[in-house]
């Protein structure tokens, strides 16, 4: 089993910068494709990014492409989303995961999940 703590949520102004940070237990973190996901009140949770086992591959949402990038460090075993140019349209709580094999958008294919950070852009 793997425990996931996402840190670095908080408050920004529009245009602002946040970086979110997954701690994830276990030696078998680099086995696992990572995802972000987020989920703004009263819609429903959305893929954000993902990023491959060794970091090589990666995928976003057209929504916070050129805004986001996701990386990740193997020996730290964390896995990290930039954010920069925040909109307010951003604000959620952003949750990581974990998958087995490639990367991909659905959640549902995710296995294991953190508590979330909430994220918060004001204009």
């Known amino acids: 089993q793997v425990q996931l703590v996402e840190s670095g949520g908080g408050l920004a102004q529009a245009g602002g910068s946040l970086r979110l940070s997954c701690a994830a237990s276990g030696r078998t973190f680099r086995t696992y494709a990572m995802g972000w996901f987020r989920q703004a009140p009263g819609k429903e949770r959305e893929f954000v990014a993902a990023?491959?086992?060794?970091?090589?591959?990666?995928l976003y949402a057209d929504s916070v492409k050129g805004r986001f990038t996701i990386s990740r460090d193997n020996a730290k075993n964390t896995v990290y989303l930039q954010m920069n140019n925040l909109k307010p349209e951003d604000t959620a709580v952003y949750y990581c995961a974990t998958k087995n094999g490639a990367i991909a958008y659905r959640d549902v294919l995710y296995i294991y999940w953190g508590q979330g950070t909430q994220v918060t852009v004001s204009s």
């Open positions: 990023i491959s086992l060794s970091g090589g591959n990666t």
